[in-house]
């Protein structure tokens, strides 16, 4: 079983800056995929961006060039790093981790970008 804790959600205003933390724990494989997803009420959760153990990174066209994903094999935590952040990136921000074809979720953090 795999437990994921989300940190570093809040408030912050258009343009400005947030750091999203998660750690997992558990029976985590070492190959394995961590990510981000959003979702706003009445709307699918969307990908924001994924990061394998190895290191390769995919970002949803809407984020590319503001936001960074990374992760710390060492510590199973990944980040993800949010720059010039709009009001349409307001959203609970949840965090994913994929192995063997199975993917568990975290509780969810809220993210709100005032304009």
């Known amino acids: 079983q795999v437990q994921l804790v989300e940190s570093g959600g809040g408030l912050v205003q258009a343009g400005g800056s947030l750091r999203l933390s998660c750690a997992a724990s558990?029976?985590?494989?070492?190959?394995?995929?961590m990510g981000w997803y959003r979702q706003v009420p009445g709307k699918q959760r969307e990908l924001v961006a994924t990061?394998?153990?190895?290191?390769?990174?995919n970002y949803a066209d809407s984020v590319k060039g503001r936001f960074t994903i990374s992760r710390d094999n060492a510590k199973n935590t990944v980040f993800v790093q949010m720059n010039s952040l709009k009001p349409e990136d307001t959203a609970v921000y949840y965090c994913?981790?994929?192995?063997?074809?199975?993917?568990?979720w975290g509780q969810g953090t809220q993210v709100t970008v005032s304009s």
């Open positions: 558990g029976s985590i494989f070492r190959v394995n995929t």
């Open positions: 990061i394998s153990s190895g290191g390769s990174t």
């Open positions: 994913a981790l994929t192995r063997l074809g199975i993917t568990t």
